[in-house]
Structure formats: C-alpha cells, structure tokens
C-alpha cells in the first residue's frame, strides 16, 4: 500500500506496518485501555503487539492481512488498522481492530483514515466492509454508525469467528458491522 495522508484532525499518514512500531503501537495498546477492557475485560499485554501478526481467520492466507500504521509527524503511531483484504469473500474485508490515540480522537482523524481506506477498498472492488467492537463500548459503536455501519447483534459464542478473526474466550458480546461500498465510489 502507498502511504496516504488525512488532514483530518492535522497531518496523519497511513502505512504498512514495519518492525520499528512495535514500540509505538505498544503505547497505543496502553493508551487504548478502554478498548481492550470493553473487548476483553483486561488491559492489553505486552504480547499482544506481537499477536496481531498472527491473528487471522481459518480461511484467510497471511498475504490477505495488512497491520496499518497511523503516524503523525515521522514515526509518531497515534492508530492502528488490522485489515483483511478478500474476506470472508473475494468482494470484502474484514476490519477486526481499528485504534486511534484518546489524544487524537474526536479530531476527525479516524473518520478521515476510514473514509480513506474505504474508498481504496472500492477502488480494489471490494463492495463490503466488516467491522467488529464490543456492544458496549459507545465510542466504537457510535463511530461505526457515523460512518453508515449496520450494526449487527452482539456474538457470545466463544471460538466464534467474527470479522477478520477468531474470538478467544476474553471476549463476550463482539458485535459486526456492515457497510455496503457504492460501486461509483
């Protein structure tokens, strides 16, 4: 993917994940806490940076995930995108985290980045974007809607597949969200 910028919110940039973020996206994990304590009951570990290479669905192959960093200025991480393109079919993709900083957020920067990448995703053919969050955390939920997602019921079953990932037994009540891509977009 070629690098992107949003103005939203000041001068971000979107790009492929490297190595040298781990620590950025590390300080992201700890700011998010309200993310992860919604999603999972705890606070993010420090092997979770790690884990996010290797979270994927049964059915998807490793070239389909894409770990996006959002920067401001060099290298400064303020989000994070975890895509899967092509999945569950060749006409979709599958969002199973997407974090912004609590220092960048109701700036405009995740809306910007996520009108961005859908419209990079319509002009790849894709005609669906899915998105999971925990049912009870509001900034997600509300994000999502504001955005046109469908907000699909909550799904308790532990091992479940939901968006671009299988749901480990921390996780209760993730929902999915559904957003049909114009073609002319």
Not at 30 to 46: H, S
Not at 98 to 106: D, N, Q, T
Not at 110 to 128: H, N, S, Y
Request: glycine residues 12%.
């Amino acid at each position: 993917m070629d690098e992107i910028e949003v103005a939203m919110g000041g001068p971000v940039t979107v790009r492929e994940m490297r190595p040298e973020d781990e620590a950025g996206v590390g300080r992201l994990f700890v700011a998010c806490e309200d993310y992860f304590v919604a999603a999972t009951g705890a606070p993010a570990l420090p092997a979770d940076v790690q884990s996010l290479y290797y979270a994927l669905p049964e059915s998807a192959d490793f070239e389909q995930k894409r770990l996006l960093a959002v920067c401001r200025a060099a290298d400064d991480v303020v989000g994070l995108v975890d895509v899967v393109d092509r999945h569950p079919d060749g006409g979709s993709c599958s969002v199973g985290v997407f974090l912004v900083a609590p220092e960048a957020r109701r700036q405009g920067v995740g809306a910007g980045v996520a009108r961005r990448l859908i419209e990079e995703a319509a002009g790849r053919g894709m005609r669906t974007v899915l998105a999971t969050c925990p049912a009870d955390w509001e900034p997600g939920t509300g994000f999502l809607r504001s955005l046109g997602f469908e907000i699909g019921p909550a799904q308790e079953a532990a091992g479940a597949a939901v968006g671009n990932r299988t749901r480990h037994s921390g996780e209760n009540g993730l929902l999915t969200a559904r957003l049909k891509v114009a073609a002319d977009r």
